[in-house]
T-cell receptor, first 115, second 111 residues
Framework: DTGVSQDPRHKITKRGQNVTFRCDPI?????LYWYRQTLGQGPEFLTY????????KSRLLSDRFSAERPKGSFSTLEIQRTEQGDSAMYLC?????????????FGQGTRLTVV | GQNIDQPTEMTATEGAIVQINCTYQ??????LFWYQQHAGEAPTFLSY????GLEEKGRFSSFLSRSKGYSYLLLKELQMKDSASYLC????????????FGTGTQLKVEL
């Protein structure tokens, strides 16, 4: 396994369009997280799955945002009716709740630019 | 929530030692992480502290004082490639490994 994979790496979209991003976690990891990062800031938590269950959503996640992890493997993050303020790096991370270090491993991110 | 505070920028000299401090609110605290992030890349895990004391990993060490809500990352024998953002992140009890990040400390290593 080569780590957490995200697709696409870059996305430019016009305001008002819908976009969808995909994340493939490390295969044995049952926890998956989405974060958003803007320039000069640390990542901000958006949402978190354990297997297929979405256990927590940040207040940052407006109604235009939805995330799924239908089979407990890959996840998608959709943003509807994009706004310029949605421009950011969207990071996916995964971790395991097994014994051992609890660190999350991050993907390379999807950089979204809304024009 | 959990406020994570760390300096915005630091500059140090190649070969030297630098200490990056981080303070956090102690309520519900359940672990402190340090990540390194080079520009345009993903954060990569450096260290994890859940008990008081020093954790050493090669040139990198991290310290935690739970009673003071304080941690630091110590980088020894600095190399130019250590120029990056260093992110301090806290985990809360019951948060399922969700992390709250600071803004990151941009470290510049100079000759």
């Amino acid at each position: 396994d080569t780590g957490v994979s995200q697709d696409p790496r870059h996305k430019i979209t016009k305001r008002g369009q819908n976009v969808t991003f995909r994340c493939d976690p490390i295969s044995e990891h049952n926890r998956l997280y989405w974060y958003r990062q803007t320039l000069g800031q640390g990542p901000e938590f958006l949402t978190y799955f354990q297997n297929e269950a979405q256990l927590e959503k940040s207040r940052l996640l407006s109604d235009r945002f939805s995330a799924e992890r239908p089979k407990g493997s890959f996840s998608t993050l959709e943003i509807q009716r994009t706004e310029q303020g949605d421009s950011a790096m969207y990071l996916c991370a995964s971790s395991t709740n097994q014994q051992g270090p609890p660190e999350a491993f991050f993907g390379q991110g999807t950089r979204l630019t809304v024009v | 929530g959990q406020n994570i505070d760390q300096p915005t920028e630091m500059t140090a000299t190649e070969g030297a030692i630098v200490q990056i401090n981080c303070t956090y609110q102690t309520s519900g605290f359940n672990g402190l992480f340090w990540y390194q992030q080079h520009a345009g890349e993903a954060p990569t895990f450096l260290s994890y502290n859940v008990l008081d004391g020093l954790e050493e990993k090669g040139r990198f060490s991290s310290f935690l004082s739970r009673s003071k809500g304080y941690s630091y990352l110590l980088l020894k024998e600095l190399q130019m490639k250590d120029s990056a953002s260093y992110l301090c992140a806290g985990r809360l009890t019951g948060g399922g490994n969700k992390l709250t990040f600071g803004t990151g400390t941009q470290l510049k290593v100079e000759l």
